[in-house]
């Protein structure tokens, strides 16, 4: 479901300050004390802040840029860019690094620091890790139709180590594989190399 438009934004602050309250209510805290004054206040602008919930769609501030990568069209790896989301089952943070990397088509190239952004992007809503992996690779795909695309993610849940089973530092990997780094053994492990 899209965010409701027609609710505007000051309502829709005040509604998650009510409701954060009514959470602080029933947990058993006074809502009234001096640290917590200001706290449903405080949790409403932090959602507006980590949870954009803006389609994916709506990633459009890019620009391709046309270079000369000579006879062979390499790998273009960007690796490491950490990113922060919240699970949709307990709306826990989860966080790690995500690794990107993709083989252009005609010597088409994105803007290096528009791939951090789109991860920010994708990662900025109510989210699963394998969705986050997906959406990343596909939205490469849309934007370059590049000759191949690799996403692997790497997070540690606090959905799984602060409650629950609570592994602490358990890591989960996920990864996403297209066009040559699907079809050819020797691309994949040089992206595997490449992210060690
Ligand atoms: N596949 C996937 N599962 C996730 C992700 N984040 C959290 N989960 C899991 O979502 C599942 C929700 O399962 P439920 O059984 O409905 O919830 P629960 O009773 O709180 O489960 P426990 O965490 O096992 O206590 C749990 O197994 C979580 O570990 C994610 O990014 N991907
Ligand atoms: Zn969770």
């Known amino acids: 479901m899209k965010k409701n438009k027609s609710i505007d934004k000051e309502t829709r602050l005040k509604n998650i300050e009510n ?11 006074d809502v009234y004390r001096e640290g917590l004054i200001e706290t449903p206040k405080r949790v409403a602008k932090m959602y507006e802040e980590i ?18 990568l000579g006879e062979s069209q390499e790998m273009v790896l960007v690796k490491e860019i950490p990113f922060f989301s919240m699970c949709e089952h307990h709306m826990l943070p989860f966080f790690g690094k995500v690794h990107v990397a ?16 789109l991860v920010e992007f994708i990662s900025k809503k109510l989210s699963v890790q394998e969705e986050i992996t997906v959406n990343i690779a596909k939205k490469l795909i849309e934007i370059l139709n590049p000759l191949g695309v690799a996403v692997v993610v790497e997070a540690r849940h606090m959905c799984i180590e602060m409650r629950g089973i609570n592994k602490i530092g358990s890591v989960t990997r996920t990864s996403f594989y297209s066009g040559e780094f699907k079809e050819n053994v020797g691309r994949k492990k040089e992206f595997l190399d490449g992210i060690k």
């Open 51 to 68: 949870l954009s919930t803006k389609n994916v769609n709506d990633f459009e501030n890019y620009k391709l840029f046309d270079v000369n």
């Open 19 to 29: 409701a954060v309250r009514e959470i602080l209510i029933n947990i058993g805290e």
């Open 102 to 117: 993709y083989i252009p088509r005609d010597n088409k190239v994105i803007g290096l620091s528009k791939i951090p952004r």
